[in-house]
């Protein structure tokens, strides 16, 4: 089976820093995406790790350890418009892609 | 950077009617796309794949005669809805792969279409 856990929300202040973690059950996996979605909007990607380790864009980074089945995606330097609901999401043979149930953040001032 | 397209971005129509919605990649050809649906402050759940010129591959539990998918070019996926009925209304999003990205995952995801059974 395919599931993947990530807390259901997260509070953080304007300028901190926060990281949500993601754990995976996936049999045929080949790596660990991370979306963002506004409410009303379509996700938009954010990373993806295929290896062990971290990967940095900008203000955001993702980590994934394949031995421990885990990955975070980590945020700095918070601001408002970050406040949407993110997903990891699994991949496995044929591209396809299982989400998350995803973690709203909300950012406060 | 790559679109994808969906039309119409939101529908109302009356239970027992189809409803056809449409995914185009505008910029880039894909040979596969995805269908997902999504019900309020819920995940995207993986409805079907669609691969253009073969069949699509439905998920377990999703019915392939209610959900019919057809992947007839390179940048045009549709999704028809049959006999609608109240439980179907749900956010539809389409997603996209472009062929040319080699083994990368990033999908590109439409703006979803938001279907109302009355």
């Known amino acids: 089976g395919q599931s993947l856990e990530q807390p259901s929300e997260v509070t953080a202040v304007e300028g901190a820093i926060v990281q949500i973690n993601c754990t995976y059950q996936t049999s045929g996996f080949y790596g660990l995406s991370w979306y963002q979605q506004h409410d009303g909007g379509a996700p938009t990607f954010l990373s993806y790790?295929?290896?062990?380790g971290l990967e940095e864009t900008g203000r955001f980074s993702s980590f994934l350890s394949r031995s421990d089945s885990y990955g975070y995606l980590l945020l700095q330097e918070l601001q408002m418009k970050d406040s949407a609901s993110y997903f990891c999401?699994?991949?496995?043979?044929?591209?396809?892609?299982?989400f998350g149930a995803g973690t709203r953040l909300f950012v406060k001032a | 950077g790559a679109v994808v397209s969906q039309h119409p971005s939101w529908v109302i129509c009356k239970s027992g009617t189809s409803v056809k919605i449409e995914c185009r990649s505008l910029d880039f050809q894909a040979t596969t796309m995805f269908w997902y649906r999504q019900f309020p402050k819920q995940s995207l759940m993986l409805m079907a794949t669609s691969n253009e010129g073969s069949k699509a591959t439905y998920e377990q539990g999703v019915e392939k005669d209610k959900f019919l998918i057809n992947h007839a070019s390179l940048t045009l996926s549709t999704l028809t809805v049959t006999s609608a009925h109240p439980e179907d209304s749900s956010f539809y999003i389409c997603?996209?792969?472009?062929?040319?990205?080699?083994?990368?995952?990033?999908?590109?995801f439409g703006p979803g279409t938001r279907l109302t059974v009355t």
């Open positions: 999401a699994s991949h496995t043979g044929g591209f396809k892609t299982i």
């Open positions: 997603s996209a792969r472009d062929a040319a990205s080699g083994t990368t995952y990033e999908q590109y």
């Open positions: 790790n295929a290896l062990d």
